[in-house]
C-alpha cells in the first residue's frame, strides 16, 4: 500500500522500487497478486523515466523469474511479452506483445482489470507500431476512466489519447483534451509532466496552449 501511494501521489523514482521489493514479497504467498504488482513497478518505472533510468531493466528481469499464473489471463501475457521485450529486444518479445494485445481486444476489459492495466497495453500497441490497437485501447480507456470518476488516473489516460489525437492530425481535438487534462490534473492535486501540451505545441509550431 505504501508502495501505490507512493506511485499515485508522486509519479517519481521511489515507486518503482518499492513495488519491486512488494512484488518479489508477494510471490510465496499470492502468485497473481505477485504478478499483478510486477506490472504496477513496470507502469511506475515507465512513467519514473529518467528519473529511474534502470528501474525498467530490473523489474523486468524480477518478472521473468516470477512464478507463473496457475490461470493465466491478458495482464499476465502482457507482463510476460514485456518483460522478454525489454531483457532481449524486439524480436523475441514482439508475437507475445502481439497475442497480449489481441487478448485486451478482444477480451472483456473490464475482467482484465478494467483500465488499470491499459496504460501498459498501449506501450505494447506502440512498440508493435500499431496504430489502430493504440487508438481503439486508449478510447476505451478514457471512457472506463470518466465512467468510474477517477481522476487522478485519467490525467494520465488523456495524456495518451492525446498522442493520438496529434499523430492523427486532430489538433483541435488533442487541444481541449489537453484543457480537460489541466483541470483534472488541478482538481485531484496530482502532478503530470506536461509531455502532451508540449508536443502539441511543437506540431503547431507556437506557444504552449497551457503553461502546465
Same mark, same amino acid.
Given at each position: 500500500?505504501?508502495?501505490?501511494?507512493?506511485?499515485?501521489?508522486?509519479?517519481?523514482?521511489?515507486?518503482?522500487?518499492?513495488?519491486?521489493?512488494?512484488?518479489?514479497?508477494?510471490?510465496?504467498?499470492?502468485?497473481?497478486?505477485?504478478?499483478?504488482?510486477?506490472?504496477?513497478?513496470?507502469?511506475?518505472?515507465?512513467?519514473?523515466?529518467?528519473?529511474?533510468?534502470?528501474?525498467?531493466?530490473?523489474?523486468?528481469?524480477?518478472?521473468?523469474?516470477?512464478?507463473?499464473?496457475p490461470s493465466p489471463l491478458a495482464?499476465?501475457l502482457l507482463l510476460d511479452a514485456?518483460?522478454?521485450?525489454?531483457?532481449?529486444?524486439?524480436?523475441?518479445? =514482439?508475437?507475445?506483445?502481439?497475442? =497480449?494485445?489481441? =487478448?485486451?481486444?478482444?477480451?472483456?476489459?473490464?475482467?482484465?482489470?478494467?483500465?488499470?492495466?491499459?496504460?501498459?497495453? $498501449?506501450?505494447?500497441?506502440?512498440?508493435?507500431?500499431?496504430?489502430?490497437?493504440?487508438? $481503439?485501447?486508449?478510447?476505451?480507456?478514457?471512457?472506463?476512466?470518466?465512467?468510474?470518476?477517477?481522476?487522478?488516473?485519467?490525467?494520465?489516460?488523456?495524456?495518451?489519447?492525446?498522442?493520438?489525437?496529434?499523430?492523427?492530425?486532430?489538433?483541435?481535438?488533442?487541444?481541449?483534451?489537453?484543457? $480537460?487534462?489541466?483541470?483534472?490534473? $488541478?482538481?485531484?492535486?496530482?502532478?503530470?509532466?506536461?509531455?502532451?501540451?508540449?508536443?502539441?505545441?511543437?506540431?503547431?509550431?507556437?506557444?504552449?496552449?497551457?503553461?502546465?
Amino acid at each position: 500500500m505504501r508502495a501505490q501511494l507512493e506511485f499515485m501521489s508522486m509519479r517519481g523514482s521511489d515507486a518503482p522500487p518499492l513495488l519491486l521489493g512488494a512484488a518479489k514479497r508477494l510471490e510465496p504467498l499470492d502468485a497473481t497478486l505477485a504478478r499483478e504488482t510486477y506490472l504496477d513497478a513496470l507502469m511506475a518505472a515507465q512513467l519514473a523515466g529518467r528519473f529511474a533510468p534502470d528501474a525498467v531493466l530490473q523489474v523486468a528481469q524480477a518478472a521473468r523469474e516470477a512464478p507463473p499464473s496457475p490461470s493465466p489471463l491478458a495482464p499476465d501475457l502482457l507482463l510476460d511479452a514485456l518483460a522478454v521485450t525489454t531483457t532481449e529486444g524486439h524480436g523475441p518479445g =514482439a508475437p507475445l506483445l502481439k497475442r =497480449a494485445l489481441d =487478448a485486451f481486444r478482444d477480451g472483456d476489459i473490464v475482467a482484465n482489470g478494467g483500465f488499470r492495466w491499459l496504460f501498459l497495453a $498501449e506501450m505494447a500497441a506502440i512498440e508493435l507500431w500499431d496504430y489502430e490497437a493504440w487508438r $481503439e485501447i486508449t478510447v476505451r480507456e478514457v471512457q472506463l476512466v470518466r465512467d468510474a470518476g477517477a481522476l487522478t488516473v485519467l490525467a494520465t489516460a488523456l495524456s495518451v489519447s492525446i498522442f493520438v489525437r496529434i499523430f492523427a492530425g486532430e489538433l483541435g481535438v488533442a487541444a481541449s483534451m489537453i484543457e $480537460e487534462q489541466r483541470i483534472v490534473t $488541478e482538481a485531484s492535486g496530482s502532478r503530470l509532466a506536461p509531455h502532451a501540451a508540449l508536443m502539441l505545441t511543437a506540431w503547431r509550431g507556437g506557444k504552449p496552449t497551457s503553461p502546465r
